[in-house]
């Protein structure tokens, strides 16, 4: 049975539903929410172990003006998030959500400190353990999770990162990110149920494109497709044209995933559908979710791509807009569950005590703003994905998400 974590939104339903909880448990526009989620989580960064200490005394961090007395009734919970800097609006968004999340549930056995990443991550995560926080949630960037890692692991403190780059993930940090390697098993899953069998690919260059081909590669190698051909190109540029143009010359295929932002993968369509008269199958990925675009351009129609639902997501816009009086990051939503799970963690968690990380593996999984997830062996969040359809000018579901991991 799947651990109710849902969205609380200040109503009646949201306090009955809390009271559940024990029983059943990646550029400023629409489109940055596929943006934030690249940037959170598509740093990709070698796994590697934090550095041992070096053999001397280094003095111990005066406590901060975050450092708070001794609290017997409180966990203290560290966000670790950029809040200055490039990514500051990222940053206060994720900041907002949890906030948000403790408001929703009034939760009065959670103390949650919110620390800058953007003046260094791993001084931002020492000065946490030092002021006594007991988990941390972040950071964004995969880039910065070494250095928090070297901070927190020798306080047996755990991280639930908010990237979704899976080479980070280990046993004391999680993964809570939109993974692309999800949405496109999921893409391609349901295109070949629907008659596709041969496919190709635009991919960027970078870590992003490659995760992408592997992807693709591999899920067609489980499911039964064919990989027909794939064009390379430098994001960036007017490449993905020339690069779209190329992949009409090379074989036959009925469907073409372009991993890629949805403007840029407008500028494709327009040239993989243009002249011959081929009936091609346009694939998006998460980066897709969110971007009103596609619905602007007839290239477009028809398109598929899977995401995370946005049933619950439309609620939860609606009260951090009233609250905040801005529209959230699509990524803000990693905040609000975070916490979400940090609460309903805390019923088996004794204040002042380690995070109890093996309830994190429940495989029963668990149901946030986002739908169900559990976390793998891994480290890594599972997530269920629908898939969407560019139709007359809007974005339609075609096939749901599954309501839970046995489905």
């Not at 651990?3 to 949201?14: D, K």
């Not at 290239?299 to 439309?314: C, I, P, W, Y």
């Amino acid at each position: 049975m799947m651990n109710a974590i849902q969205p609380l939104f200040g109503t009646q339903w949201m306090r009955a539903a809390a009271r559940r909880l024990p029983d059943v448990l990646n550029r400023r526009n629409v489109a940055i929410a596929g943006a934030a989620a690249l940037l959170g989580g598509c740093q990709l960064i070698p796994k590697t172990e934090p550095a041992p200490a070096p053999p001397v005394t280094t003095p111990t961090p005066e406590p901060s003006a975050t450092a708070l007395p001794t609290d017997s009734e409180r966990h203290r919970i560290a966000l670790l998030v950029p809040m200055s800097g490039t990514n500051a609006e990222i940053g206060q968004a994720l900041a907002n959500a949890t906030t948000m999340a403790l408001l929703d549930t009034d939760a009065q056995n959670l103390r949650i400190t919110t620390y800058d990443t953007a003046r260094g991550a791993g001084a931002a995560a020492r000065q946490a353990i030092n002021d006594g926080n007991r988990l941390v949630l972040g950071p964004l960037l995969a880039e910065n999770v070494p250095e928090v890692q070297a901070a927190a692991r020798p306080a047996d403190v755990p991280a639930i990162s908010f990237s979704n780059d899976t080479e980070i993930a280990d046993d004391d940090v999680f993964v809570m990110g939109y993974v692309p390697e999800q949405s496109i098993r999921r893409i391609v899953r349901y295109s070949l149920d629907t008659g596709s069998r041969d496919f190709a690919a635009l991919v960027p260059e970078g870590e992003y494109g490659q995760r992408a081909y592997e992807a693709l590669r591999n899920s067609l190698a489980d499911y039964g497709g064919n990989l027909a051909a794939f064009e390379r190109y430098d994001r960036g540029n007017t490449s993905i044209i020339g690069a779209a143009q190329r992949l009409r010359t090379r074989g036959e295929y009925d469907a073409v995933l372009i991993a890629d932002g949805a403007r840029l993968a407008i500028d494709a369509a327009g040239s993989l559908r243009s002249g011959d008269g081929r009936d091609t199958q346009l694939l998006g990925t998460e980066l897709w979710s969110g971007d009103a675009a596609l619905t602007r351009d007839d290239a477009a129609e028809g398109a598929l791509f899977a995401a995370v639902s946005d049933e619950r997501f439309r609620r939860f816009a609606q009260s951090y807009e009233a609250r905040f009086g801005a529209r959230p990051y699509r990524i803000a939503t990693l905040g609000y569950d975070a916490v979400l799970l940090t609460l309903r963690i805390a019923r088996d968690w004794r204040v002042g005590r380690d995070f109890p990380t093996r309830q994190l593996r429940d495989p029963d999984g668990f149901l946030g703003v986002d739908g169900p997830f559990r976390f793998g062996r891994d480290g890594v969040a599972e997530r269920a994905f629908e898939v969407r359809e560019v139709r007359d000018g809007a974005i339609v579901q075609v096939d749901p998400a599954p309501a839970s991991f046995d489905d």
